[in-house]
């Protein structure tokens, strides 16, 4: 049972460049979701997407770029790398989205350097 | 003010000791509350979610204040593997845009 899993786990890259983090879970769950930690921040959440071809921003959005055209899969695009946007980037998946007993599963993460 | 805000610590404690910490939010119409729990350089991973009755889980225990707008995570008998960060999150009503806090390290001592 793979779960949620995501690619690459590290990158370095320069100021803008166009960089595609990928995520992929294997739980057909509805949601999923994206956010990046960073120092002095909780988990802020750049965009989610509560089925295929449907997607929402979050608090953080500007910058990023998400698609979603197949349940399993969710990645984020950096249009044009700022040195702001380094950071670790989590994927999460969830069944049903926001109830009181929903869980968020999230991936390993993608540490993210640009330079 | 933030929307979710934690101690962030760290809160050193022997084996054995029970150790607290809160969490207020400032958004009244919230929801769903929950702890979670990250590992050094790891993903977050659900503790628990907090019902309005309280609840516990083993040496877990959660409880919500809605009058005070915080949340609490008690862990008693704590050991060396609960060395980690709980991370406090918080959804609004009709929302998945969960709020997390920053988190409260605590490192328990042998």
């Known amino acids: 049972d793979a779960g949620i899993t995501q690619s690459p786990r590290y990158k370095i890259t320069e100021t803008g460049r166009q960089v595609t983090l990928m995520c992929h879970q294997t739980w057909s769950h509805s949601y999923m979701f994206w956010y990046r930690q960073d120092l002095g921040h909780g988990l802020r959440l750049i965009y989610y997407?509560?089925?295929?071809?449907?997607?929402d921003k979050g608090e953080v959005p500007d910058g990023y770029v998400v698609s979603r055209s197949k349940t399993e899969n969710f990645p984020l695009t950096l249009e044009s790398a700022t040195r702001s946007q380094t950071s670790v980037y989590f994927c999460?998946?969830?069944?049903?989205?926001?109830?009181?007993?929903?869980?968020?599963?999230f991936g390993p993460g993608t540490r993210l350097t640009v330079l | 003010r933030k929307e979710v805000e934690q101690d962030p610590g760290p809160f050193n404690v022997p084996e054995g000791a029970t150790v607290a910490f809160n969490c207020t939010y400032s958004n009244s119409a919230s929801q769903s509350f929950f702890w979670y729990r990250q590992d050094c350089r790891k993903e977050p991973k659900l503790l628990m979610s907090?019902?309005?009755s309280g609840n516990e889980d083993g040496r877990f225990t959660a409880q919500l204040n809605r009058a005070s707008q915080y949340i609490s995570l008690l862990i008693r008998d704590p050991k060396l593997s609960d060395s980690a960060t709980y991370l406090c999150?918080?959804?609004?009503?009709?929302?998945?845009?969960?709020?997390f806090g920053t988190g409260t390290r605590l490192k328990v001592l042998a």
């Open positions: 999460a998946s969830s069944p049903n989205g926001a109830s009181i007993t929903d869980t968020q599963y």
């Open positions: 999150v918080v959804g609004p009503s009709g929302t998945y845009k969960y709020i």
């Open positions: 997407s509560a089925a295929a071809d449907i997607t």
């Open positions: 907090v019902y309005s």
